[in-house]
């Protein structure tokens, strides 16, 4: 892993990541440290999947985290990724509300995380009001964000969110097609179709596992069509 696990290390490091933890002293914080589990895994691993139970709240150091959801026909749509100094919020609520996850997290990379057990976890939200208001925080943000995912879903042609999606990687997307599909929630045949479409219109050029902007305008029309 790219983080060394000494305890100062790690204690300077969630500091950096987590300023809700900034003022927790140094004894508290490796108090919180030998409670807590470090937790390292390998891109690909299922962290939770539907129905099963929530334990702990994970904080992450190093990675990132895809958290989505899976309908009975199969088709998969991303919810929101982690990435360290972020949580995640289905994490927070299945703690509060004591439910399963009805939803999957899995390592999209290697990551590296604290996991603070519940009885911690609960202790903090009480006793200290940094950590508390960067749950709820937190929870407020994800909230909106996944407000614009319905209207996405909703509202909008799967072109406009194709065209949207790939604006907001930079100009060369280095991505499967089924990658694409799974953020989008849909399936891979239509989405290389419409990459298909772009590239022959000129807004994009297609490589293997790769999607290079070519007109950035013309994906902003699409993007903004009625």
Request: hydrophobic share 45%; charged share 25%; net charge negative.
């Amino acid at each position: 892993m790219a983080i060394p696990m000494d305890r100062i290390t790690l204690r300077d490091r969630l500091r950096f990541l987590y300023p809700a933890l900034e003022t927790l002293s140094d004894t508290r914080l490796d108090r919180l440290l030998e409670e807590g589990q470090v937790v390292q895994v390998k891109a690909g691993t299922v962290l939770f999947d539907d129905e099963s139970p929530c334990q702990a709240f994970p904080m992450l150091v190093d990675g990132v985290i895809r958290v989505s959801k899976t309908g009975t026909n199969g088709r998969e749509l991303q919810l929101y990724r982690v990435v360290p100094g972020e949580s995640c919020i289905l994490t927070s609520s299945c703690l509060l509300g004591h439910v399963a996850y009805n939803a999957r997290g899995v390592a999209e990379t290697d990551i590296v995380a604290v996991a603070l057990p519940q009885p911690l976890f609960s202790r903090l939200l009480a006793e200290h009001e940094p950590f508390r208001n960067y749950v709820f925080a937190l929870f407020a943000e994800r909230i909106a964000e996944l407000m614009q995912l319905v209207e996405a879903v909703a509202f909008q042609r799967l072109d406009q969110r194709l065209a949207t999606l790939l604006l907001g990687k930079g100009k060369v997307v280095h991505t499967t097609h089924q990658a694409l599909a799974d953020e989008l929630g849909s399936v891979r045949e239509i989405v290389s179709r419409l990459l298909k479409s772009f590239a022959e219109q000129g807004f994009v050029s297609l490589a293997r596992e790769q999607v290079e902007i070519v007109d950035a305008a013309g994906l902003r029309r699409v993007a903004a069509a009625g």
